[in-house]
């Protein structure tokens, strides 16, 4: 079966990505993910796609599209993440095009992520897939 990119809709739908998406934020709980992710949906216009094979999630991201005095009319993508088991196999090129796909159809003016500093893998593959490194991203625990 050929993998499948598909918007995640439906609660079993969103809970199917919930291992790969707490590999990359392991605070995550299984028993908040669900509604964490209807308040996301609700108040943010989150969306969760996956890339899809033999029914499980490979790749999984969370995007919105917003908009803001700086950058326009924008997409971005909160979560990025492919299935440890699933790597270096496409899946995030697969996931990777959709996404940049979504933001042309949506007259997105630009596309932004912010990424962890110790994310090198994730750096080059973003390198590669067209994106500079265009600022630095300041934050503060309260």
Not at 42 to 61: F, M
Not at 86 to 110: P, T
Request: hydrophobic letters at 35%; one cysteine or more; charged letters at 25%.
């Amino acid at each position: 079966m050929q993998p499948t990119v598909k918007l995640l809709k439906t609660d079993s739908e969103i809970m199917s990505a919930f291992s790969t998406m707490k590999q990359l934020r392991p605070h995550l709980t299984k028993d908040g993910f669900l509604a964490k992710m209807r308040r996301l949906q609700k108040s943010y216009h989150y969306n969760l796609v996956a890339v899809i094979e033999n029914d499980e999630v490979r790749a999984a991201a969370g995007y919105r599209i917003t908009e803001s005095l700086a950058w326009g009319n924008y997409f971005y993508v909160d979560d990025l993440i492919t299935d440890d088991k699933s790597r270096r196999k496409g899946y995030a090129k697969i996931l990777w095009e959709w996404l940049i796909n979504q933001a042309k159809e949506n007259d997105c003016e630009q596309f932004h992520l912010d990424s962890g500093v110790h994310r090198h893998d994730a750096h080059r593959f973003y390198l590669k897939g067209g994106l500079d490194i265009t600022c630095h991203h300041f934050q503060m625990s309260l």
